[in-house]
């Protein structure tokens, strides 16, 4: 599954497009966003309302610095992904690819 998460937004310098630059866990716990692999999205992806509720809509694959998984006090770089559903209900972090 994952864990729901915050995320926040930095905009690419010349361009449109936003990217994720940290992500907060509900218990206070963060991570940092050091590279973007790979970006995807729904083939009908409009908006993530417009996705299947329960549907992948957008998802990214990270390269973070952050508590390692399972020994939170300590820090470590880690792959992860990021999506949300079509309900639009927040963003979600976990290990494995959501798609």
Do not use: C, N
């Not at 930095?10 to 590279?35: C, M, N, Q, Y």
């Not at 006090?73 to 979600?92: D, K, M, P, S």
Request: aromatic fraction near 12%; hydrophobic fraction near 35%; glycine fraction near 12%.
């Amino acid at each position: 599954m994952g864990r729901h998460v915050i995320t926040r937004w930095a905009r690419t310098l010349g361009s449109p497009d936003k990217r994720p630059e940290r992500i907060e866990g509900h218990d206070g716990l963060e991570w940092f966003v050091e590279e973007v692999a790979e970006r995807w999205r729904h083939p009908d992806y409009i908006e993530h309302h417009k996705v299947p509720h329960g549907t992948v809509a957008e998802a990214y694959r990270l390269r973070v610095t952050g508590p390692a998984p399972g020994r939170p006090a300590q820090r470590a770089e880690q792959w992860v992904w990021l999506w949300q559903y079509g309900t639009g209900a927040g963003w979600w972090m976990g290990l494995d690819d959501p798609r």
